[in-house]
C-alpha cells in the first residue's frame, strides 16, 4: 500500500505524538483536537496551545472485533472515549487488555504505539493510546 | 413560501442486487415514481439525488448529471446532496425548498447507494467516512463501534440492557417480513440476535443494519397542482435539519443525540404538533441502540424507557407508536443515500393506506427521522394526509 | 563531572515460555532452560517496535530527570531492529518526548551495544558542553529465525538514559567509560535479510568473553581499580551462562552479579540488556555504592562503564515504574499468539 495521505498524517504528529491541543483564553474551554475558531467565543475567542498531561479515565468503550482495514493484527482491540482530565475527551485504543479488564470510569494513561502502518513497505503512524492505570 | 405536496413515490427493491448496477436500480425507483405521479417527465424541472459514497463505492462522482442523462431528462437541474446517512433526508428537503420558494414546480428527489459491487472491507471504509475521519477513524474506529459507545452508556446510565436492544430488531424484521420492497423476508428471535456474532460489543450482527444496494425516488409539487395529479396527495407540514459536532467523542451526552432533539423541536413547532400527534414514524436504526435512542429523543418516550417501550411492544404495528413499519434500517435495508427517502416512500404509503399487511390503522400523520454519521445531521419531516 | 540525570527501562508485557517455543520444535525445554539460563522472554505488543519502547522509557527517564524535554541537545537510539531502514528512530522519538528541532538526532547500530554506544556518545557532548542534557536509548524488538537457537532468547526492551553535567542533578556519576572492538563476525544481519545469523560457539570465547574481558580489564586500568572495588556487575545479558561465566573469570560473587541479571525473566533484549541490567540496579542501589557496566554488540565490541551513585538518586527514582513492577506486570502467550505478534505469518 502506498503512503498517500502522507501529509495529512504529518501535520498531525504534534497532536498524536504528543497530545497538544488548545484552550481559549476567553472562556477557559480546552479543546482535543486543535480548533482554530473557539465554537464559544468565536471572534472573541483566543486559543493557545496546550499540552495534556495524558492521564484520563473512560467514558465509554467497546470490543471491536470487526476491524477496519489495516487494524487486522491488532484485532480485537478495546476502543474507547476517554476522558482526559483537562475535560476534552478522545477516542483511542486501550492496550494491552481484554474487555473484561475495563469499566467506565476506569483510569487511564497516555502510552506512544503504532496506529497503523501503510503495508510492509509505507511508513508508519505512530500515536498516543492509553493503557489502564494499576 | 408555497405548501408542497408529494404526488408520486417509488422504490427499488431492496437488497443485493447483483446483476443490477447504480444506474438500474436508480432508474427503476425513479420510473416507479414518476408512474405513481402519472407524469410523463416534461413537467419536471428540478432533481436533487441523495447519495453518500459513490465515488468510494463504484468510483463514480457527478452523480447529478449521471442520473438526469439516465433518466433522459437532460438539461434539467440535477444536485447531488450529500450527507452520509442523512444524504436522503437532506435532499428532500432540498427539494421541499426549492418548490416553496418558487423556484422549481416539480421536482424529483432521489436517493441511492450500490454498495455490493465492492468488499465488506471497502464499504466499512467508505461508511467510516461520516466520522471523523483524523480523530475516529484513523484510531481504529469504526460505526459500530461508535454505536457501541453510545449502548454502553446508555446501559450505564439507564439501565438498557441487551434484550432489549435485541427486541428493536425482532419487531423490525417483523414488519420487513411483510414489506415485499424490504431486504430482509424472515422474523428472527431475540435469540437470533443474541447468538448472532459480536461486532464491536455490546453491539452483535443482528443489531446493525446490513450492507443494501437500493434506491428510492419521490416527485414533488406546490400542493396546488398537486391536486391536477393525484387523488392522494401528501402534504409536507414540517422539514427540519440540525447539525452536530462530528465526532462522537466531542458530544456532551452520548445518550442522545441533539442534533434529533433539536431538529424534532423544531419540526413540531412548524407543524404547530407534538409527539403525541405523530401516527406512525420511519427513525434511523442503522443500528438497534439507534432507535432506541432516536424514539426517546422524538418525544415518543422519556429519556432511559426507549429500551423498556421496545421491548413491551410499544413501538409495534399494534403498539402506541408504530415505529419503522417498513422494517427499517434493519429490516428493510440501509442503502445509505436511499434511506432517508425510503422512509418518505414509506411513510407516504402508510398515509395512503397502501401499505397492505403492515398499514396502520387510520394513520393521517407520519414522521420521518434520518441521521448522518454518528449524529452529527439529522433531517425531520412530518408528513400529513392531504386528501 | 558526567553523569546520568534520569533512567527508565521499558519492558512490554508479553510473555512466551521456553516450555511453548520447544514443543513446537519437539527440544526438551528443561535442557534449553537450563542451557539458556532463561525461563521465558518478553514478547511485544502488535503495536509496539523499537521506537514505541524507546519512548516509553525516555518518558520515564524524562520524568525522573524533571527537566523540560526541550533542554535535551540530543537524541541517540541504539537498536538492531529499527521500524525503517532508512529513516531515523531517533527522529520519532525526540518529536515524541518534544525535545524540539535543535535537537542533534541520529540512529546507532552495533548489535546489542547499540545503546551503550549511545551514551558515550552523549557523555562526550555534555562533558565538553556542546549540549546542556543528552538522552541515550537502547531498544529492540529482537527476531529469531523459528527454530533457531536465538527463538528461544531474542525479546524486546528498552531502556533509556540522560546525561548531565552538573553535580546536583546527576544520580549516578559516570567516572569513566572506555571501549574494546575488533572485526570479529559472530553474529550478523545482512541488509535485505529478515533474521540474523550467527557462529554458533564461535559467539563465545573469541567474541563475547575475550570483547567483555578486553573492555573489563581497560577499565580497571584507567580507573586504578579492581573488581573488588564494585558493588554491582552488570554484564550484556544474552543468556544467563555467559555473564555467569565472565563474572567467575573476574572473581564476582554473585550477589553482586544477580541483581543486574534480569535475561532468565525476560530474555535477551539485545541494545536494551544492559541499559534494563543497570536500571535494575539503580532501582535498588544506595548512594555511595559503585556499578560496573560492560555491554558487548556483535561485529563485535565492549563498552565499560565505572558508575559512582550519588545521593540524588532517592529521590529521584520515585516516579515511573521500576524494572521489577515492568517483569512483574505479564501475560502469557501461546506460540501460535507469538507468530502473531511477531508478524512470522507470512500471509499477514
Redesign the interface.
Known amino acids: 500500500m502506498a503512503s498517500e495521505a502522507l501529509p ?1 498524517s504529518w501535520r ?1 504528529i504534534p497532536e498524536r505524538y504528543c497530545l497538544i491541543g488548545n484552550s481559549c483564553e476567553n472562556c477557559k474551554t480546552n479543546f482535543f ?1 486543535t480548533r482554530k475558531i473557539c465554537p464559544n467565543c468565536r471572534r472573541r475567542g483566543k486559543l493557545a496551545d496546550k499540552t495534556y498531561s495524558g492521564k484520563g479515565k473512560v ?11 489495516g ?1 487486522e493484527l ?1 484485532a480485537p ?1 478495546v ?3 476517554i476522558e482526559l482530565e483537562e475535560g ?6 486501550i492496550v494491552d487488555c481484554g ?1 473484561k479488564d475495563v469499566k ?1 470510569g476506569s483510569l487511564v494513561k497516555m502510552v506512544f504505539r503504532k ?2 502502518e501503510d503495508g510492509d513497505e509505507g511508513v508508519i ?1 505512530y ?1 498516543f493510546k492509553f493503557g489502564l492505570v494499576k | 413560501m408555497r405548501d408542497v405536496a408529494i404526488v408520486g413515490v417509488g422504490m427499488s427493491k431492496f437488497g443485493e442486487e447483483w446483476n443490477r448496477g447504480f444506474r438500474e436500480i436508480v432508474i427503476d425507483a425513479g420510473k416507479k415514481a414518476l408512474n405513481d405521479a402519472k407524469i410523463k417527465g416534461e413537467e419536471i424541472d428540478g432533481m436533487f439525488v441523495g447519495t453518500m459514497a459513490a465515488g468510494s463505492l463504484i468510483g463514480q462522482e457527478h452523480v447529478g448529471a449521471l442520473i438526469a442523462d439516465f433518466m433522459g431528462l437532460t438539461p434539467i437541474a440535477s444536485t447531488r446532496v450529500e450527507a452520509a446517512c442523512a444524504s436522503g433526508g437532506v435532499a428532500f428537503r432540498q427539494g421541499y425548498m426549492a418548490i416553496a420558494s418558487g423556484l422549481h414546480d416539480c421536482v424529483v428527489v432521489g436517493g441511492a447507494e450500490k454498495m455490493t459491487d465492492v468488499s465488506t ?2 464499504v ?2 467508505a461508511l ?1 467516512g461520516a466520522g471523523d475521519q ?9 460505526f ?2 461508535l454505536y ?3 449502548a ?2 446508555h446501559m ?1 446510565e439507564y439501565g438498557t440492557t441487551e434484550e432489549q436492544m435485541a427486541s428493536v430488531a425482532v419487531k423490525n424484521h417483523y414488519n420487513a417480513a411483510r414489506n415485499p420492497c424490504a431486504q430482509y423476508q424472515n422474523e428472527i428471535t431475540i435469540e437470533t440476535v443474541m447468538k448472532s ?7 452483535k450482527v443482528f443489531d446493525c443494519s446490513p450492507i443494501t444496494d437500493g434506491a428510492a425516488a419521490v416527485v414533488l409539487m406546490p400542493l396546488e397542482k398537486a391536486k391536477k395529479y393525484t387523488e392522494k396527495p401528501i402534504k409536507i407540514i414540517a422539514s427540519a435539519q440540525a447539525s452536530d459536532v462530528i ?4 458530544r456532551r451526552s ?1 445518550t442522545e443525540l441533539a442534533a434529533t432533539k433539536i431538529a424534532a423541536k423544531k419540526a413540531f413547532a412548524q407543524a404547530k404538533l407534538t409527539p403525541k400527534d405523530i401516527d406512525v414514524c420511519e427513525v434511523h436504526d442503522c443500528f438497534t441502540i439507534a432507535e432506541i435512542m432516536a424514539i426517546e429523543d422524538l418525544g415518543f418516550f422519556k429519556k432511559g424507557e426507549g429500551g423498556k417501550a421496545s421491548a413491551e411492544g410499544k413501538t409495534r404495528l399494534d403498539g402506541e407508536i408504530p415505529i419503522n413499519t417498513s422494517g427499517g434500517l434493519k429490516g428493510c435495508g440501509h442503502p445509505v443515500g436511499a434511506t432517508g427517502i425510503k422512509q418518505i416512500v414509506e411513510i407516504a404509503w402508510q398515509l395512503r393506506g397502501e401499505a397492505n399487511q403492515r398499514q396502520v390503522k387510520d394513520a393521517r400523520i407520519g414522521m420521518t427521522h434520518n441521521v448522518g454519521g454518528s449524529g452529527a445531521t439529522c433531517a425531520i419531516h412530518i408528513l400529513e394526509k392531504g386528501f | 563531572m558526567v553523569g546520568i540525570i534520569g533512567y527508565g527501562a521499558y519492558i512490554p508485557k508479553y510473555r512466551i515460555k521456553m516450555e511453548e517455543i520447544a514443543a513446537v520444535w519437539g527440544e526438551e525445554a528443561q535442557r534449553i532452560k537450563k542451557g539458556l539460563g532463561i525461563e521465558e522472554k518478553a514478547v511485544p505488543g502488535t503495536d509496539e517496535d523499537s521506537a514505541t519502547m524507546a519512548v516509553e522509557a525516555g518518558r520515564i527517564a524524562l520524568a525522573r530527570a524533571e527537566i523540560d524535554s526541550k533542554k535535551i541537545g540530543a537524541c541517540y537510539v541504539g537498536s538492531e531492529s529499527h521500524p525503517y531502514a532508512v529513516k531515523p528512530t531517533a527522529t520519532i522519538v525526540a518529536e515524541a518526548l518534544a525535545c524540539g528541532n535543535d535537537t542533534m538526532s541520529a540512529d546507532f547500530e552495533f548489535a546489542c551495544k547499540a545503546g551503550t554506544s549511545a551514551m558515550q556518545c552523549c557523555m562526550g557532548l555534555v562533558k565538553s558542553n556542546m549540549i546542556k542534557y543528552a538522552l541515550a536509548i537502547g531498544s529492540d524488538t529482537a527476531q529469531g529465525r523459528p527454530g533457531d537457537a536465538l527463538e528461544y532468547s531474542a525479546a524486546a526492551g528498552a531502556g533509556a538514559y540522560i546525561i548531565g553535567n552538573e553535580k546536583g542533578e546527576i544520580l549516578a556519576e559516570i567516572e569513566e567509560t572506555v571501549s574494546f572492538s575488533s572485526d570479529t563476525p559472530d553474529f550478523w544481519r545482512r541488509q535485505h535479510a529478515e533474521f540474523p545469523q550467527h557462529g554458533g560457539r564461535f559467539t563465545g570465547l573469541p567474541a563475547y568473553f575475550k570483547h567483555v574481558m578486553g573492555a573489563a580489564q581497560a577499565l580497571f586500568e584507567k580507573t586504578g581499580t579492581f573488581a573488588r572495588d564494585y558493588d554491582y556487575f552488570v554484564f550484556h545479558q544474552p543468556n544467563g551462562k555467559f555473564p555467569r561465566e565472565v563474572a567467575k573469570m573476574l572473581g564476582i560473587e554473585e550477589k553482586k552479579l544477580s541483581p543486574g541479571l534480569v535475561c532468565s525473566r525476560i530474555g535477551n533484549t539485545y541494545s536494551g540488556a544492559s541499559l534494563i541490567g543497570l536500571a535494575r540496579v539503580l532501582d535498588d542501589a544506595k548512594p555511595g555504592e559503585k556499578i560496573f557496566v560492560a555491554s558487548f554488540g556483535s561485529g563485535a565490541g565492549s563498552d565499560a562503564f565505572s558508575i559512582n551513585v550519588t545521593d540524588n538518586i532517592v529521590e529521584r527514582r520515585k516516579e515511573g515504574m521500576t524494572v521489577e513492577e515492568f517483569i512483574a506486570e505479564k501475560e502469557y502467550l501461546t506460540y501460535g499468539q507469538y507468530v502473531k505478534h511477531r508478524r512470522k505469518l507470512k500471509s499477514l
Open positions: 495529512l498531525r483536537p467514558y465509554s468503550y467497546s470490543l471491536v472485533n470487526v476491524v477496519p482495514q487494524f491488532d482491540y476502543l474507547a472515549i476534552p475527551r478522545v477516542t483511542a485504543q474487555e467506565i496506529i497503523k503512524h500515536g | 472491507a471497502s466499512s471504509d467510516g483524523e480523530w475516529e477513524l484513523f484510531m481504529g474506529a469504526t459500530p463501534a457501541a459507545f453510545m454502553k452508556r450505564h456474532k459480536v461486532v464491536a460489543s455490546p453491539l465526532a462522537l467523542h466531542s452520548l
